[in-house]
């Protein structure tokens, strides 16, 4: 399978691995899918209103986040990843 990234996409995967948060732009890649192969599987259904307001306000995030990221404001990679799984940790357990 070939997949052509956006600008933006390639700009944050390589900002990635430059900063030392990940040996290459695959392993940044798969970290995210597995994160959203998580996030995903917690879900019932896109139709639960939650998880549309959930979609929206972390599309919005992304969005700031890529702007910071132009003016040179950003974060850890480690620091990122660790907090985003902690939340789908805590999501789990309050499934459970």
């Given at each position: 399978m070939?997949?052509?990234?956006?600008?933006e996409?390639?700009?944050?995967?390589e900002?990635?691995?430059?900063?030392?948060?990940?040996?290459?732009?695959?392993?940044?890649?798969?970290?995210?899918?597995?994160?959203?192969?998580?996030?995903?599987?917690?879900?019932?259904?896109?139709?639960?209103?939650?998880?549309?307001?959930?979609?929206?306000?972390?599309?919005?995030?992304?969005?700031?986040?890529?702007?910071?990221s132009?003016?040179?404001?950003?974060?850890?990679?480690?620091?990122?990843?660790?907090?985003?799984?902690?939340?789908?940790k805590?999501?789990?357990?309050?499934?459970?």
């Open positions: 070939s997949i052509v990234l956006s600008p996409q390639a700009e944050v995967l900002l990635l691995v430059k900063r030392g948060g990940y040996d290459s732009v695959e392993v940044a890649i798969d970290t995210a899918l597995g994160l959203l192969a998580d996030e995903v599987s917690l879900q019932d259904s896109a139709e639960n209103p939650e998880y549309v307001a959930w979609v929206a306000e972390t599309r919005q995030k992304i969005e700031d986040g890529l702007e910071q132009k003016q040179g404001d950003y974060l850890d990679a480690e620091v990122v990843i660790d907090r985003l799984r902690d939340k789908v805590a999501a789990r357990e309050a499934e459970a």
